[in-house]
């Protein structure tokens, strides 16, 4: 019987070893990629002077910084290391509020195919380059609000002792009382069904043009339907993300190895896709970003060659 219970231990502990390394190696390519595609995008002037650009660069930085911690925090919970708590609370702040970013930012560029497509006279005037400054820093403060909501609960249920002691850290830290996860779903599902709705009643505006239109024009409401479609299966899939925590915690207490494979399923399935789906919709759809990304790799080739 302990041998029995010894190998399955041992079996469980290889799996979750091939599991992180996993993981290591997707979070590398996806941060390569974006950076990559961050680059480029700083390289020609028509990229960072352009509305849509410019919100697609926002969403990358902030994917990247998610993937980075996100991945830290998981090799330091796999290797048990502590932090004090109110070092986590600070990174941990940071991740909630760049984790809601980038769904905000995509119902910000899912607006601003919704303006190209329905409203093009009004399109330079609105999506200008000083309008998608002020644009970003309101997506900021928006995303912000979830924060300060499970914040202000943790401060005022937390006592000052808890601050100086040393954990493991995780975002389940701030729940300390089932109500505390509650109000930290309800919050969340508020702000995923407003941009829901946002997203439908664009696609639903597009749609309408794109029945009517004709040539270029038909051309053009074509690719921003399917380009909001895309942002609404973005949006989906961080939507069921806030599942996920339910869904691991019942497993938790059914079977601790089906567990670690849901919590996996769900990290790379829910997680760390809807983070690689940017690069794709712009860095490969886009005509004018893949083609300079195909320049850049072709000249970093060449004069990598040359030298």
């Given at each position: ?163 100086k002691k040393s954990k493991i850290c995780s975002l389940e830290m701030f729940s300390l009382y089932l109500w505390h996860d509650h109000v930290r779903s309800a919050v969340q599902l508020l702000f995923f069904l407003i941009m829901c709705i946002i997203i439908v009643f664009s696609y639903v505006k597009i749609m309408k043009v794109a029945k009517t239109a004709s040539g270029e024009d038909k051309q053009s409401s074509n690719k921003g339907l399917k380009t909001v479609a895309l942002h609404g299966f973005q949006l989906l ?71």
């Amino acid at each position: 019987m302990a041998d029995n219970t010894s190998l399955a231990g041992e079996f469980l502990q290889r799996q979750i070893n091939e599991q992180v390394l996993i993981v290591q190696v997707l979070v590398i390519i996806f941060l390569c990629i974006n950076l990559l595609l961050i680059i480029i995008f700083f390289q020609k002037e028509h990229f960072y002077t352009t509305a849509r650009y410019i919100l697609f660069a926002v969403a990358l930085v902030a994917d990247s910084f998610v993937l980075f911690i996100s991945d830290v925090l998981l090799i330091f919970s796999y290797f048990r290391f502590t932090m004090q708590i109110w070092l986590c609370v600070i990174i941990s702040v940071l991740i909630l509020m760049y984790s809601v970013v980038t769904p905000v930012t995509l119902t910000a560029m899912t607006l601003e195919r919704y303006v190209a497509v329905c409203m093009p006279l009004r399109h330079g005037e609105i999506c200008s380059t000083r309008s998608t400054v002020h644009c970003i820093l309101i997506i900021h403060g928006i995303s912000s609000l979830p924060c300060i909501v499970i914040l202000s609960m943790f401060f005022v249920s937390a006592s000052l002792t808890l601050y100086k002691k040393s954990k493991i850290c995780s975002l389940e830290m701030f729940s300390l009382y089932l109500w505390h996860d509650h109000v930290r779903s309800a919050v969340q599902l508020l702000f995923f069904l407003i941009m829901c709705i946002i997203i439908v009643f664009s696609y639903v505006k597009i749609m309408k043009v794109a029945k009517t239109a004709s040539g270029e024009d038909k051309q053009s409401s074509n690719k921003g339907l399917k380009t909001v479609a895309l942002h609404g299966f973005q949006l989906l899939l961080c939507l069921i993300q806030l599942l996920c925590p339910f869904v691991e915690s019942w497993m938790f207490h059914i079977d601790f190895r089906l567990f670690v494979q849901v919590r996996y399923f769900n990290y790379v399935t829910f997680y760390l896709a809807p983070r690689c789906l940017n690069p794709l919709i712009y860095g490969l759809r886009d005509e004018a970003f893949s083609q300079a990304m195909k320049n850049y790799v072709c000249i970093s080739s060449f004069k990598r060659n040359a030298s």
